[in-house]
């Protein structure tokens, strides 16, 4: 085992160093981590500094943030663990809105990143590695897989009626609160000159704009189709558009040649006697 340890800790990347974990005791293979300190420039990734981050490559699916915490709890304090599905800008994500919306389902080997309390826990961390393998699974924090993972997934996805009715109602509530309070300022706004003497003119003025109806609007879509479509069929083709020329010149020429016949014709027949 020591053998092996030394032999990927050899073929490990540059500046990586590589931790040996395994899911269970049962498991003999172990899996290998590669881990390295966090460095960015200050200030250019806020949600991850640099000395008390530590950057995890190989994160595989059923090691979760839970797991990545306890297994590093022992190199100090973890204040925060964030997987990610590629490596990027660590810029503070605000918390989602909704959890019944967002939903996120974690397929593949990941990146995490372990922020410390203190800068000595990721040097400890990468200690580690002179350790036996690391246990992602065990009796007193077992992790689901099979049947009970999937029985846990399937009830997390059943939504409640009541709890779900109750954040819609709490941000309806919200928006109606902005959309009155957006009123009442254009309400406050509405005739009054701003610094340059310009009025603002919005739609809510002496006369509102109706809404359309539904029948209105399918008037309206359908007369916007037909004329598309007519569009579309005239003159498709180059030879079309040259034949419709040809052919607008010919009448054009028929009628003059029509309009030449009738003068004559006016002029045969006019009496004409100057004596």
């Known amino acids: 085992?020591?053998?092996?340890?030394?032999?990927?800790?050899?073929?490990?990347?540059?500046?990586?160093?590589a931790l040996s974990v395994k899911f269970g005791e049962r498991q003999r293979c172990p899996h290998w981590l590669l881990v390295k300190e966090h460095q960015v420039r200050e200030g250019a990734d806020t949600a991850h500094p640099p000395r008390r981050t530590l950057f995890v490559l190989n994160v595989p699916p059923y090691c979760g943030p839970d797991s990545l915490s306890r297994l590093f709890s022992r190199c100090g304090r973890v204040q925060?663990?964030?997987i990610?599905?590629?490596?990027?800008?660590?810029e503070k994500k605000e918390k989602p809105a909704s959890k019944f919306f967002n939903p996120k389902t974690v397929t593949g080997f990941q990146v995490a990143y372990v922020v410390f309390r203190k800068p000595a826990g990721v040097q400890a961390a990468k200690a580690l590695s002179q350790e036996g393998p690391l246990l992602i699974s065990t009796e007193s924090h077992p992790v689901k897989t099979g049947i009970s993972k999937w029985i846990a997934r399937y009830e997390s996805s059943v939504?409640?009626?009541?709890?779900?009715?109750?954040?819609?109602?709490?941000?309806?509530?919200?928006?109606?609160?902005?959309?009155?309070?957006?009123?009442?300022?254009?309400?406050?706004?509405e005739g009054v000159p701003d610094e340059e003497g310009w009025v603002k003119v919005t739609r809510?003025?002496?006369?509102?704009?109706?809404?359309?109806?539904?029948?209105?609007?399918?008037?309206?879509?359908e007369?916007?189709?037909q004329k598309r479509a007519r569009k579309e069929l005239l003159n498709f083709y180059a030879w079309q558009h040259r034949e419709t020329k040809r052919e607008h010149i010919a009448q054009l020429r028929k009628k003059f040649e029509e309009d030449k016949q009738r003068?004559?014709?006016?002029?045969?027949?006019?009496?004409?006697?100057?004596y």
């Not at 003025?205 to 399918?218: H, M």
């Open 80 to 82: 925060s663990v964030d």
């Open 223 to 225: 007369k916007e189709k």
């Open 159 to 189: 939504v409640d009626p009541k709890e779900l009715k109750a954040e819609v109602d709490a941000y309806m509530q919200d928006y109606d609160k902005k959309m009155a309070e957006e009123e009442a300022k254009a309400a406050e706004e």
């Open 263 to 274: 003068i004559a014709l006016m002029r045969a027949q006019r009496k004409f006697r100057p």
């Open 204 to 221: 809510k003025g002496r006369k509102p704009g109706l809404p359309r109806t539904e029948a209105a609007n399918l008037r309206l879509l």
């Open 1 to 17: 085992m020591a053998a092996a340890s030394a032999r990927v800790a050899a073929a490990a990347p540059a500046g990586y160093t």
């Open 84 to 90: 990610c599905d590629k490596p990027g800008p660590g």
